[in-house]
């Protein structure tokens, strides 16, 4: 049944039954019953003048405990203003009371005097809510007699909210391979027990399937904040809903997601954005929607793996986690630390964004199609045969050094280390052409975005033999490297030039300098040769190294480097050293403010 359906049968249910019955609404822990009820269900019942009363059941270890609880919340609710005023008095005795009753001092009323403060409050046309009757300690028969004596005698309405599959189980019995399976055994005497009783105490049980789009969507606007309303738009909503159904903690059905979960997720991603928002005075640039869309996505997919409270720990790179998130939305190192720590560092967010921004541009030159790499990808896909012809055919191309882009050099250890367990395939021939091929070529491998994504290993011989052929495939690579890759100043190389630098850009990083490596008289000579095209190819290069710079990310010899350039340009547009074409002179002003943009990063 739909949420509106719901409403209509619950609606005749109060007016018109006299079954002397309550009704059941059941389904998954978090998949939304509560929310139902206090932002659908009760709104509803109040357009319709029905006064609705809750409590939930979680916790309460007698059924004393509930009728007091009870009581309050009946007054609380359906009492005039009048005596709700004193009402609150009396709430205020019932905490004292509370304290009382830890000193082993009693002075609660008698079940008698309950019974007459009942009588009090005229329950007709009103409905009692009982949520988490699975969740308290109190025995399921004893609260369903208790429910049993207020709908049969008192002809009070009562929905309950639950989880029955909590209460329904089956006997274990063994099979014919001595294990022990549930299915289609008998239930057990307590199961049968309580559908005995349920039998007599409720009349209909409902069905939460729920609607995720409607409350995920309704969870959104309740934040009343413009960045994640974004996401209650139609095509955003699709794409969130699709995105949330395989998470771990879905159960693989959008139906039973939990939104407790979800809200979660909302506030922590309202949390961090708000800081970013605080930090505009700190030289943080406005983020990109693409960044801010990956932040929600996933701490959304990490809530999900967060487990009675216990975090997972981290597992990526310094800034990046794929396994606690997803492939297309990693997980950033500040949105878990604050997530886990409750501690949020401005000067991580720009390196987290820098790292994911050269990991797409990694992962879209790794996508290069290749027959071969792609059945060892999937070789579960694959009968035996055709994973065999495609590591023979690996072993034979790897004898030439550029026949297998390196971008696959990453995955490839994983692969092989599989099919070693499961074929037997002894791999030593192509993991020494491996090593001998990527030998010297860092400045073409970014190693943080090279090794990010494997499979995971399970057995501890898989995983040494994996970390042993990543550590040598490293020290191959870092075999003789330079701290910046090298240029002949030719402006037709600058395209290429540019290329090198993304595949560099950790490396970059790593070694904290990157203009201060070449000559600026040569650079300012080069530029006054360069096209239009040319220039803005060079503003792609800095713009590729500098653009999320922060003072301690570069040496000071940078900040120096690029005011040397950019006085040195000046000095050349002064003495008209660069071309009359207007376009050209564009270019080079675009070039100037960029410079000076860059030195305002580099010296805050």
């Not at 039954?17 to 998949?31: F, Q, V």
């Not at 309050?72 to 609150?88: C, D, H, K, V, Y």
């Not at 055994?185 to 349920?198: A, C, H, P, V």
């Not at 139609?234 to 939990?258: M, V």
């Amino acid at each position: 049944m739909k949420p509106l359906e719901i409403n209509n049968y619950i609606l005749r249910y109060i007016k018109a039954n006299r079954t002397h019955s309550a009704i059941m609404l059941t389904g998954g822990w978090g998949t939304g019953k509560s929310y139902y009820i206090q932002n659908t269900l009760i709104p509803f019942l109040k357009e319709n003048s029905i006064k609705c009363a809750t409590l939930s059941l979680y916790g309460l270890n007698t059924l004393s405990e509930v009728s007091k609880n009870l009581y309050w919340e009946i007054r609380a609710q359906f009492l005039p203003n009048s005596e709700a005023f004193m009402t609150g008095k009396t709430i205020a005795k019932t905490i004292l009371r509370g304290a009382a009753s830890a000193l082993n001092i009693d002075i609660f009323p008698t079940d008698e005097d309950l019974k007459k403060l009942y009588d009090s409050v005229n329950l007709s046309g009103k409905l009692i809510v009982l949520e988490d009757i699975e969740r308290c300690q109190i025995p399921i028969f004893d609260i369903l007699g208790y429910v049993n004596s207020l709908v049969d005698q008192d002809n009070v309405k009562i929905l309950l909210v639950s989880n029955e599959y909590e209460f329904i189980k089956r006997n274990s019995v063994k099979t014919n391979d001595d294990s022990y399976s549930s299915l289609n055994s008998e239930y057990t005497t307590d199961t049968n027990k309580y559908l005995s009783i349920k039998e007599k105490t409720i009349s209909d049980t409902i069905q939460w399937t729920g609607n995720p789009q409607d409350s995920i969507s309704a969870i959104i606007k309740s934040f009343d904040n413009e960045f994640l309303s974004i996401f209650a738009t139609k095509d955003l909503l699709q794409e969130l809903l699709q995105f949330l159904n395989p998470l771990p903690g879905t159960n693989h059905y959008s139906s039973t997601l939990n939104l407790r979960t979800f809200i979660f997720a909302c506030q922590k991603t309202l949390d961090i954005i708000s800081f970013l928002s605080d930090s505009t005075s700190q030289h943080v640039p406005e983020i990109e929607f693409k960044y801010l869309k990956s932040i929600f996505f996933s701490i959304t997919a990490f809530s999900y793996q967060i487990k009675n409270g216990i975090i997972p720990n981290w597992n990526g790179t310094e800034y990046l986690s794929f396994s606690l998130s997803s492939y297309n939305y990693p997980l950033y190192r500040f949105c878990y630390n604050y997530i886990k720590e409750h501690n949020f560092d401005i000067k991580t967010v720009l390196p987290a964004l820098k790292a994911h921004n050269d990991f797409c541009i990694f992962d879209e030159k790794s996508r290069t199609p290749d027959n071969d790499i792609s059945i060892l990808e999937n070789f579960f896909l694959y009968p035996e045969s055709d994973v065999l012809d495609a590591l023979s055919n690996l072993n034979n191309r790897l004898s030439m050094k550029n026949a297998i882009p390196f971008f696959y050099y990453g995955k490839l250890p994983s692969c092989l280390i599989q099919l070693h367990t499961i074929l037997g395939y002894n791999y030593q021939e192509i993991k020494e052409k491996m090593i001998r091929n990527c030998a010297g070529i860092s400045e073409k491998i970014d190693l943080d975005l090279l090794f990010l994504t494997h499979n995971e290993f399970k057995n501890p011989d898989e995983v040494k033999q994996y970390n042993e052929f990543k550590a040598e495939l490293i020290e191959s690579i870092n075999s003789n490297h330079l701290i910046a890759p090298k240029f002949d100043y030719n402006p037709d190389n600058l395209s290429l030039f540019l290329n090198k630098i993304v595949l560099s850009s950790a490396l970059i990083q790593e070694n904290h300098a990157f203009i201060s490596q070449y000559d600026v008289q040569k650079l300012v000579n080069m530029l006054i040769n360069c096209s239009a095209e040319h220039i803005f190819t060079f503003r792609n290069i800095l713009f590729s190294v500098y653009r999320y710079a922060t003072p301690d990310l570069y040496i000071q010899a940078d900040l120096e480097t690029l005011n040397s350039l950019l006085d040195q340009i000046n000095f050349a547009l002064n003495n008209e050293a660069f071309s009359s074409d207007k376009i050209i002179k564009f270019q080079i002003s675009l070039l100037c403010n960029n410079i000076k943009t860059l030195i305002s990063q580099l010296s805050s």
